[in-house]
């Protein structure tokens, strides 16, 4: 006799819940893991937020500027961050405690799967930016939430970003096999010095600027500064950034299914197994 | 409740079978058919194309030709629903360490869609005499107690068909009678079809009605272990084993 089973939609529902449940089970019990999500936000905020105010005691012409560059810019970084380390690590807890053949011996899409863990990361998120603005404001008197609603699209832009550079990750994680993973960690910080995340990209030097601005993080994050100095959302840099981080979301999804179609063909599952 | 359009009597049906890697052909040609509620060992020496065929036939490899049908369900297009009336568990894989053994149950429960996945768990643990592990963490359970824990989240969905990659590798005599005594029940009150891999091939004989020999990617025997060990001329499945793994030559006939 069959067990009572869910229909379709809700038992995709209870798949991707399934899924973000075992990524809190992983935290739970490896309480390093807090690293990432609380600990090196918080030292980020208060080294960076220091060297603001360090020089905004200095009096020079912009100074305060430079500090507010930093505060928004380490929040914002961290947001990008956060998000494609909890959807790229994700994928590879699976790859660690070899758990990818029985996953997909189940009836568990592969985007049920993403956004399982994209769930749970999205909870890691909250908490870790939300420990960090409460920093801000009760070490440097900064007010993120006063900032509005333009912050949080242009928050909600680079998470969106953050996910499709993890699906970048997992596909080349799915390619080249546990040798890529040094790419969850690296990969952003390649992007970061491209993205002017603390400065605009005119302080690049004149090789890099056309590099930098066709990532969608260099707009998000100018986007970002504008609104946070008190002006109104730019709309013509956020459109730019909105434009780039569907083209490259569509991209991230091609990818990782590209490779996932590579996985099958050549069997990579037995590395895993 | 689980649904599916069977075709006939047949849990599944993988038809004309191939895979090719760099290092050659693993598999090649092959036709295997499993009915419902039949119970089928895949034997054949290291390297002949048994776990590429069963990763193949759980749509965890696709194949370069052929065709993989469960339950009316049609790989990998339908491979969702299909998998939804499979079971998989190999001796060879762990568990995760920071789950405890019921939050792991759980967990495949619901990827397996059951609305009570915690009775389906405590049902399955204990069918396989361990109940007293439910609240263990992964990383106190010896090799044996990962095994059964693996195959009590194969089997806890009540799957039409359950295949096993060397399910009892890692356990002691008495344990594995335990878990072949599990299966057989599984198989006769449920109508659960098995497709197992053993190198054990006493097990193999307790536990299976019927066995197909692979040898170099192909079919080269199937039938009862009686009529293998017969057209053979050998004493034993374990004489024929041998005997294939010692020659690695060409097939010597298939049979149906």
Request: hydrophobic share 45%.
């Given at each position: 006799m069959s067990l009572p089973t869910y229909g379709p939609a809700a038992g995709t529902m209870w798949r991707v819940l399934a899924i973000a449940r075992r990524h809190a089970y992983v935290l739970q019990r490896s309480p390093h893991r807090l690293f990432d999500v609380l600990v090196w936000p918080v030292v980020d905020v208060l080294l960076f937020g220091s060297i603001g105010v360090f020089a905004a005691s200095q009096?020079?012409?912009?100074a305060q500027r430079v500090a507010l560059y930093l505060l928004v810019g380490v929040i914002l970084w961290h947001v990008v961050y956060q998000a494609q380390i909890a959807v790229a690590t994700g994928f590879l807890e699976e790859s660690w405690s070899r758990s990818v053949l029985n996953l997909m011996?189940?009836?568990?899409r592969e985007w049920e799967y993403i956004f399982g863990v994209a769930l749970f990361g999205l909870v890691k998120l909250v908490v870790g930016v939300g420990a960090v603005t409460v920093i801000v404001w009760g070490?440097?008197?900064?007010?993120?939430?006063?900032?509005?609603p333009a912050m949080i699209a242009v928050a909600a832009l680079l998470l969106v970003i953050g996910w499709s550079i993890a699906l970048f990750v997992i596909g080349l994680v799915l390619r080249?096999?546990?040798?890529?993973?040094?790419f969850a960690w690296g990969i952003l910080f390649v992007v970061m010095p491209l993205s002017g995340v603390?400065?605009?990209?005119?302080?690049?030097p004149a090789l890099l600027r056309p590099l930098a601005e066709i990532l969608p993080t260099t707009h998000a994050f100018s986007a970002g500064r504008t609104v946070a100095a008190?002006?109104?959302?730019?709309w013509g840099e956020f459109g730019l950034a909105a434009a780039g981080t569907a083209g490259l979301t569509l991209v991230g999804l091609g990818y990782v299914t590209w490779m996932l179609r590579i996985f099958r063909k050549r069997g990579f599952v037995t590395r895993y197994s | 409740m689980l649904t599916c359009d069977t075709?006939?009597?047949?849990?599944l049906r993988a038809s004309g079978l191939v895979k090719e890697y760099r290092r050659g052909r693993?598999?090649?040609g092959v036709d295997l058919t499993v009915g419902v509620g039949e119970r089928v060992a895949l034997l054949g020496p290291n390297g002949a194309g048994k776990t590429t065929t069963l990763l193949m036939c759980l749509g965890a490899v696709r194949p370069d030709a052929g065709e993989i049908e469960i339950l009316g369900h049609r790989l990998p297009r339908q491979r969702t629903r299909a998998m939804a009336h499979v079971g998989f568990a190999a001796g060879y894989l762990p568990l995760p360490a920071q789950v405890r053994v019921l939050e792991y149950l759980r967990l495949f429960g619901r990827l397996y869609g059951l609305r009570r996945p915690d009775d389906a768990a405590r049902a399955g643990l204990e069918r396989f005499g361990?109940?007293?592990?439910?609240?263990?963490?992964?990383?106190?359970?010896?090799s044996g107690q990962k095994t059964l824990v693996g195959i009590v989240k194969a089997a806890m969905h009540r799957p039409r068909l359950l295949v096993l990659d060397?399910?009892?590798?890692?356990?002691d005599p008495a344990v594995a009678l335990r878990v072949r005594t599990g299966l057989r029940e599984l198989s006769h009150e449920l109508g659960t079809a098995l497709l197992v891999t053993s190198h054990n091939m006493v097990e193999v004989e307790r536990l299976c009605e019927r066995v197909v020999f692979l040898s170099h990617g192909r079919v080269v025997a199937d039938g009862t272990a009686a009529e293998i060990t017969d057209r053979f001329g050998r004493e034993d499945l374990e004489d024929v084993f041998l005997h294939l793994a010692k020659t690695?030559?060409?097939?010597?006939g298939v049979a149906g």
């Open positions: 009096a020079t012409t912009g011996a189940t009836p568990l070490a440097f008197a900064f007010n993120v939430a006063g900032i509005g080249f096999g546990s040798g890529a993973e040094a603390f400065y605009p990209v005119d302080a690049l008190g002006n109104p959302m730019p | 075709d006939g009597d047949v849990a693993a598999v090649d361990i109940s007293d592990l439910a609240r263990a963490m992964g990383t106190e359970l010896s060397e399910p009892t590798a890692s356990l690695r030559s060409a097939p010597e």
